[in-house]
């Protein structure tokens, strides 16, 4: 008699087989898949039953209103993927150069140790917001001979110096989980601080990093939107010109699909690379 709470032990020599395995991950999926057919249903048939939709979807799903503002949507959603470009190349060298300052020991480092806490403190106590605001509006109304008064300049530069303040905590963090000892043999070997970091150091960091920095992209990728507070003619700031000129939210919407093609593909390579990282870590350990 088996007692209770115990499983029922496998016959000596019976293994469960691949296509036992394969037999359960179907019944999950089609369980999975079953689950989130009627959920979608129910809200959808929730929605399309309110007395409201007909004007909702009037106001923020006219296919007509969609076509007409996609052109100028469309070209500056252009100019969102090229500030998340440049201002993603400085925010990772940038941010790195912040970290390895951060790292450096020896009184002699001191003072160029506490300027690298201060930005640090500084840019991650602001709001990003805040930030563009203040560079956006503030240095170029300061009228500076040879300072650019460019918008996307300054919201590109406010971009680059809040996020690399975050990342390069991302790193500094990766590099003191780097084992003492890889430290301890590059300063043997006769290399500096700065050698030691670079070649012994980053390496290794910037691989336990990749995972947190993937996340840090895919915020940077939708906060690129929050220059339209500058006045700049990207993506949002198009939609909302088309909203104030026919009271209609549909450009938004097309907006937030951009959006949406770049981040969840972004999100999901994410979670594909963060679980093999974790799988090939408990390898090493086993």
């Not at 100019?79 to 150069?97: C, D, K, P």
């Not at 001191?110 to 840019?123: G, K, N, Q, S």
């Not at 680059?160 to 301890?184: C, I, K, N, P, W």
């Amino acid at each position: 008699m088996v007692e209770p709470g115990r499983q029922h032990p496998q016959p000596h020599g019976v293994k469960p087989t691949r296509s036992h395995f394969g037999e359960e991950g179907a019944r999950s999926a089609l369980i999975a898949a079953a689950s989130t057919v009627v959920f979608v249903a129910a809200i959808v048939a929730l929605v399309l039953t309110s007395d409201t939709w007909p004007k909702v979807r009037q106001q923020f799903f006219n296919w007509d209103d969609a076509r007409t503002v996609w052109p100028a949507i469309w070209k500056g959603f252009q100019r969102n993927l090229w500030m998340f470009a440049v201002a993603e190349v400085f925010i990772l060298a940038g941010s790195l150069v912040v970290a390895m300052v951060r790292s450096l020991r020896g009184p002699a480092f001191f003072p160029i140790r506490a300027l690298a806490t201060i930005y640090v403190d500084l840019f991650r106590g602001l709001p990003l917001y805040l930030v563009l605001i203040l560079m956006g509006f503030g240095i170029p109304a300061l009228d500076i001979d040879g300072v650019p008064n460019s918008v996307w300049f300054w919201g590109v530069t406010a971009l680059v110096l809040s996020y690399s303040a975050y990342t390069a905590e991302v790193f500094r963090g990766a590099m003191d989980s780097v084992h003492e000892s890889q430290r301890a043999a590059a300063r043997s070997l006769g290399l500096t601080q700065v050698q030691t970091l670079w070649y012994a150091i980053v390496p290794q960091a910037v691989r336990n990093a990749i995972p947190a920095l993937l996340n840090g992209l895919i915020s940077l990728q939708k906060d690129v939107a929050l220059v339209a507070v500058l006045g700049y003619r990207e993506a949002l700031r198009e939609a909302d010109i088309y909203k104030s000129r026919t009271f209609n939210y549909t450009g938004f919407v097309v907006a937030a699909v951009l959006f949406l093609i770049i981040s969840v593909p972004l999100a999901r390579f994410t979670d594909w690379y963060t679980e093999r990282d974790r799988r090939r870590r408990q390898q090493r350990a086993v």
